[in-house]
T-cell receptor, first 112, second 110 residues
Framework: DAGITQSPRHKVTETGTPVTLRCHQT?????MYWYRQDPGHGLRLIHY???????DKGEVSDGYSVSRSKTEDFLLTLESATSSQTSVYFC???????????FGPGTRLTVL | DAKTTQPNSMESNEEEPVHLPCNHS???????IHWYRQLPSQGPEYVIH???SNVNNRMASLAIAEDRKSSTLILHRATLRDAAVYYC???????????FGAGTTVTVRA
């Protein structure tokens, strides 16, 4: 257990509404990540952060933005949710120089 | 990025060893070999990682070929709880990004 929590754990929203998912860690790790997982696609990196206010895009960043104003929190925002963003979202942190990652429990998002 | 190749699925009997192969013929000298697993309805879970030498921990063993072009994750005595998708991933030191493929789905028969 790397002290990672995600909120909310489940959310149902409507197309066009903004949604923010929160990832919280308790151990001050520098690197944090957001992934999405869909059937047939495995886990895909959306955005990651390498420090407060330092973020970069992953392979599927379109339609998503992130913010990290404190070491412990990494927020993922869907500015205007679409049905294609229905997915399970996982947050992760990286420990050490060999990039061992620990994952949160996931957030299941449904966009109607 | 160096890629890995794993079988789509494997079956095992409970309390028997499971050997999960992974090919990574384009691995570079600074690539670490990581294994993660994902149980149903859960997030991925770190299993083990190594660079050149074989590694053991409480969950599994990692056997790395001498030329590093392949590796094998060994679960010594499979339990029903080991039924999961197992991912073999290469990660370059300092790259801080993982790329997940489809993994190997392991089924454990009671």
């Amino acid at each position: 257990d790397a002290g990672i929590t995600q909120s909310p754990r489940h959310k149902v929203t409507e197309t066009g509404t903004p949604v923010t998912l929160r990832c919280h860690q308790t151990e001050n790790h520098r690197y944090m990540y957001w992934y999405r997982q869909d059937p047939g696609h495995g886990l895909r990196l959306i955005h990651y952060s390498y420090g407060v206010k330092d973020t970069d895009k992953g392979e599927v960043s379109d339609g998503y933005s992130v913010s990290r104003s404190k070491t412990e929190d990494f927020l993922l925002t869907l500015e205007s949710a679409t049905s294609s963003q229905t997915s399970v979202y996982f947050c992760a942190i990286s420990v050490g120089t060999t990039d061992t990652q620990y994952f949160g429990p996931g957030t299941r998002l449904t966009v109607l | 990025d160096a890629k890995t190749t794993q079988p789509n699925s494997m079956e095992s009997n409970e309390e028997e060893p499971v050997h999960l192969p992974c090919n990574h013929s384009t691995i570079s000298g600074t690539d670490y070999i990581h294994w993660y697993r994902q149980l149903p309805s859960q997030g991925p879970e770190y299993v083990i990682h190594g660079l050149t030498s074989n590694v053991n921990n409480r969950m599994a063993s990692l056997a790395i070929a001498e030329d590093r072009k392949s590796s094998t994750l060994i679960l010594h005595r499979a339990t029903l709880r080991d039924a999961a998708v197992y991912y073999c991933i290469l990660s370059r030191e300092g790259d801080y990004k993982l790329s997940f493929g489809a993994g190997t789905t392991v089924t454990v028969r009671a």
